[in-house]
């Protein structure tokens, strides 16, 4: 089973490592694939334990901004083309299996990268563990109001779905890599509070959900891969839906 899933849509989400001791293994540096080749990697996981990957695509410049590669996860029921993916997968006797296909007509070049951290992060307080459980699917009619941790590792949303339904989420920010977006999805979030549109709806907002810890038991958390907006076509299972 895959904990949470990579975005498809380009508004990827990322936190800054300060919030955890982090520790990046290369499993696959420099992966080639021909076109219309598959290549599977197998990953071993000491004592079975759920492995966090990272994937990006090296080469070649037009793969950045297209759905180059097709990326699939052996016990998971869908696949989902991008040219970079993150995710936390369980093993199957103590290995992740994991396929990646080619589907433009140049060479690719992928990196793969285990990942493994501490939280350190305000959010750790509010969650039993980092393992993610079900991926979940919130689609947003209306935002009413985001307030951020000083650390930055989480925000809690206030707003109504597409059926009407008022939400409060805290939205885990936490497990992504460092780099200058660290605050794109929350300042999204206030740009689209601040200037309504109705055009942008349906928003999305979609990831994984954590285990909140004995105090904060009521709490939906989500480990969010997805902030987007007018996804009219966003495409998830049914049972995903918030």
């Not at 919130?138 to 650390?151: A, G, L």
Request: include cysteine; charge should be neutral.
């Amino acid at each position: 089973m895959m904990h949470f899933f990579p975005s498809i849509f380009i508004c990827l989400l990322f936190v800054s490592a300060a919030s955890a001791d982090v520790i990046r293994t290369d499993v696959e540096p420099a992966l080639s694939i021909a076109p219309d080749e598959t290549k599977v990697i197998v990953i071993e996981s000491k004592y079975g334990k759920p492995v966090e990957l990272f994937w990006q695509t090296l080469s070649p410049e037009s793969c950045k901004n297209s759905a180059c590669v097709k990326f699939k996860e052996k016990n998971a029921s869908f696949d989902f083309a991008s040219f970079n993916g993150q995710g936390t997968y369980d093993a199957t006797d103590n290995k992740v299996t994991l396929s990646f296909t080619n589907q433009t007509k140049t060479p690719v070049t992928l990196q793969l990268t285990k990942i493994e951290r501490t939280c350190t992060a305000e959010i750790c307080d509010l969650i039993l563990t980092t393992d993610t459980q079900d991926w979940k699917v919130v689609r947003i009619q209306e935002f009413i109001e985001i307030k951020n941790s000083e650390d930055g590792s989480y925000s809690i949303l206030q707003g109504v779905t597409t059926k009407g339904k008022k939400f409060e989420i805290i939205l885990a920010w936490w497990f992504y890599e460092a780099s200058s977006y660290s605050t794109s999805c929350p300042k999204f979030i206030q740009r689209w509070i601040n200037k309504p549109n109705r055009d942008y709806v349906p928003y999305v907002i979609a990831g994984s959900s954590l285990v909140p810890n004995i105090k904060n038991k009521k709490q939906f958390i989500l480990s969010v891969d997805t902030c987007t907006k007018k996804a009219v076509n966003f495409n998830a299972p049914k049972d995903s839906e918030y």
